[in-house]
T-cell receptor, first 110, second 115 residues
Framework: TQLLEQSPQFLSIQEGENLTVYCNSS?????LQWYRQEPGEGPVLLVT?????EVKKLKRLTFQFGDARKDSSLHITAAQPGDTGLYLC??????????FGAGTTVTVRA | SAVISQKPSRDICQRGTSLTIQCQVD?????MFWYRQQPGQSLTLIAT?????????ESGFVIDKFPISRPNLTFSTLTVSNMSPEDSSIYLC????????????FGPGTRLTVL
């Protein structure tokens, strides 16, 4: 059983459409991180959310941390082919060890 | 932030041999981690490598199979021993920097194929 449940597993959309990726858990996290990984590369940190209810924006990407700090979402507005990649949420509920969700593979078609 | 390099970037190895992967960080860090990522999968933590102490292995990973060295605060190695095709994966080095959010950074990975 994964500590962090990500959904959906796959998303294929047309350029210009919006998408949302969800990351849920029954555990409380002091912070959650979102990464994007492209083929042949390591994961690259996009954002860290720390405060319950927090909303962070990174250009067309909006990240939200749930009030109870058990869940998070990533919303991409007007997706572009450059947004294609594997999106991973991660958190360390009890100690320093980061647990990862299963990942969401996003494909944006031109 | 931290910039991490790994060597080799990829390798193809024969069954029964061993491969040592190197991880170099551009700054001194206390905590280093080794992850495995099988094709199309998420990341699984192999072990935590802190300088000056033995590595701590996660369930399902043992020192005889994945010996780790951490000679100083900027360098670590992971050896994949007596390889089998099931060891074919991407191996990633990661470090955690201090601060309020304890950000974790990843190297580019080593893509290993075992024939």
């Amino acid at each position: 059983t994964q500590l962090l449940e990500q959904s959906p597993q796959f998303l294929s959309i047309q350029e210009g459409e919006n998408l949302t990726v969800y990351c849920n858990s029954s555990s409380v996290f002091s912070s959650l991180q979102w990464y994007r990984q492209e083929p042949g590369e390591g994961p690259v940190l996009l954002v860290t959310v720390v405060t319950g209810g927090e909303v962070k924006k990174l250009k067309r990407l909006t990240f939200q941390f749930g009030d109870a700090r058990k869940d998070s979402s990533l919303h991409i507005t007007a997706a572009q082919p450059g947004d294609t990649g594997l999106y991973l949420c991660a958190g360390a509920p009890n100690d320093y060890k980061l647990s990862f969700g299963a990942g969401t593979t996003v494909t944006v078609r031109a | 932030s931290a910039v991490i390099s790994q060597k080799p970037s990829r390798d193809i190895c024969q069954r029964g041999t061993s491969l040592t992967i190197q991880c170099q960080v551009d700054s001194q860090v206390t905590m280093m981690f080794w992850y495995r990522q099988q094709p199309g999968q998420s990341l699984t933590l192999i072990a935590t490598a802190n300088q000056g102490s033995e590595a701590t292995y996660e369930s399902g990973f043992v020192i005889d199979k994945f010996p780790i060295s951490r000679p100083n605060l900027t360098f670590s190695t992971l050896t994949v021993s007596n390889m089998s095709p099931e060891d074919s994966s991407i191996y990633l080095c990661s470090v955690r920097t201090g601060g309020l959010t304890d950000t974790q950074y990843f190297g580019p990975g080593t893509r290993l194929t075992v024939l």
